[in-house]
Nanobody, 124 residues
Framework: QVQLVESGGGLVQAEGSLRLACAAS????????MGWFRQAPGKEREFVAA????????YYADFVKGRFTISRDGAKNTVYLQMNSLKPEDTGVYYC?????????????????WGQGTRVTVSS
């Protein structure tokens, strides 16, 4: 069982930055691909970014390319999402996800494990 705990959400003005963090259980972190999804009010959950278990491959949704960066720290069992140049349309609940397959998570946007989410609000 993989446990994921997100943190770092909050209220920020447009063009500002936030860094989200997701702490995972140590036992599985090094062998799982990790990712971020988000759900805006009234919309379905959508893929944001993912990173392979080794950290050598990253995947991004087109709408965040050049603004968001996903990374992972094996020593801390944590995956990060650095979000820059935030826009009001980035508002939503951001969920951390984990899956044993990078292709499944980064390519098909599916995951077996999910965190509870952290809320991000971007004001205009």
């Amino acid at each position: 069982q993989v446990q994921l705990v997100e943190s770092g959400g909050g209220l920020v003005q447009a063009e500002g930055s936030l860094r989200l963090a997701c702490a995972a259980s140590a036992r599985t972190f090094s062998t799982y691909a990790m990712g971020w999804f988000r759900q805006a009010p009234g919309k379905e959950r959508e893929f944001v970014a993912a990173i392979s278990w080794r950290g050598s491959i990253t995947y991004y949704a087109d709408f965040v390319k050049g603004r968001f960066t996903i990374s992972r720290d094996g020593a801390k069992n944590t995956v990060y999402l650095q979000m820059n140049s935030l826009k009001p349309e980035d508002t939503g609940v951001y969920y951390c996800a984990a899956d044993s397959s990078s292709a499944r998570l980064g390519g098909r946007h599916q995951a077996d494990y999910w965190g509870q989410g952290t809320r991000v609000t971007v004001s205009s």
